[in-house]
């Protein structure tokens, strides 16, 4: 029974932060962040794109021979970013699972990850994905992007990569599912939420990228796709978020962001 009750308590522990009426009640005691609507940037958007665009690039050139694995990645990530990120148990003991950088030093505005996942738009059904998952983001503009890589949610991307797929080139990356990632980056979905005692050192910055600057075969390295068709609703951009550096951070240095984001309209 012990065991049951901490099993939930960590699952609440987690969960609550997504919880909007438990949010509301205890907003008034939580540090936030506070943007305009549309004015979220810490970076420019094109900053954004143009590191992904060339990273993924020399992803890519480093794979050729088709063999992809996730410690070469993380060789590019150093040679070409000069830093790495990896998953680790988190220094908050009820989070589990944190992200660090693991080799170099982060420069404030530097992208340090991505939140991976489905993005669903506004009106597309949610409801049963969203049950007990901490891991639906919100964008201001009502998008939302479920980052969960486990039951309907991991079985829903699978489902739409393989719908799009254009053999043999593959519309988004598929190993954030299972940790042995491809692109180091895609794993922004287990930062973890700021306490006083680690301050947020990244914050979400949503960017749209424009599909027609990613050429078919750098797709597969981005950890994104729309749960209804890019295809049929001719989509010029996919919509990513990056967790963005607001300070420098050095190496073996926790990854924290903060979950509360106010808008004023």
Known sequence: MKELWHVVKNKWLSYRFRFVPWVALNFKDKRHRSVSRGDDKI????????????????????????????IEALKVMERVLGYTIQLRK????????????SKGTVTAGSIVALYPGTVYRVMEPLLLQSIVNPFIFRCIDGLHIDGKDRGISRKIFKS??????????????????????????????????????????VAYQECDLPIDRFPIELRCYLPNI????????????????????VKDIGIDTELFSTYYTVVHT
């Open 43 to 70: 970076t420019p958007d094109d900053a954004i794109v143009n590191t992904l665009l060339h990273f993924s690039t020399s992803l890519h050139k480093h794979f050729v021979d088709g063999n992809k694995n996730p």
């Open 160 to 201: 739409c990569v393989y719908r799009d797929l254009r053999w043999p080139f593959f519309p988004a990356d598929l190993t954030w599912l299972t940790g042995d990632l491809i692109n180091p980056l895609n794993c922004g979905q287990y930062v973890n939420n700021e306490t006083p005692e680690y301050p947020c050192n």
């Open 90 to 101: 988190s220094n908050i003991p009820e989070a589990g699972t944190g992200v660090f950088v």
């Open 226 to 245: 729309y749960y209804s068709s890019s295809e049929g609703n001719q989509t010029k951009f996919l919509r990513v978020v990056a967790l963005v550096a």
